[in-house]
């Protein structure tokens, strides 16, 4: 397979954790086979693919308060 002109090994990097990140494998895990060195550096970078999230841990949160 050849990659095409212009792709940079960097946009390989960010489509590969932007893919694990929106099919809802763990930060922590992305954050490790990146190289961060923290959770918080993989957030601040892809949070905008995290969309919802805030959403989904309120509905969460709120099923284990009624219970």
Not at 33 to 45: L, V
Request: hydrophobic residues 40%; positive net charge.
């Amino acid at each position: 397979m050849e990659i095409p002109k212009g792709t940079v090994l960097y946009g390989l990097r960010c489509y590969f954790a932007s893919s694990c990140l929106s099919h809802g494998i763990r930060i922590t895990d992305v954050a490790e086979w990146m190289g961060h060195r923290s959770a918080e550096i993989t957030f601040r970078t892809y949070r905008n693919l995290m969309q919802g999230s805030r959403s989904r841990a309120a509905s969460v949160l709120n099923l284990d308060l009624a219970a």
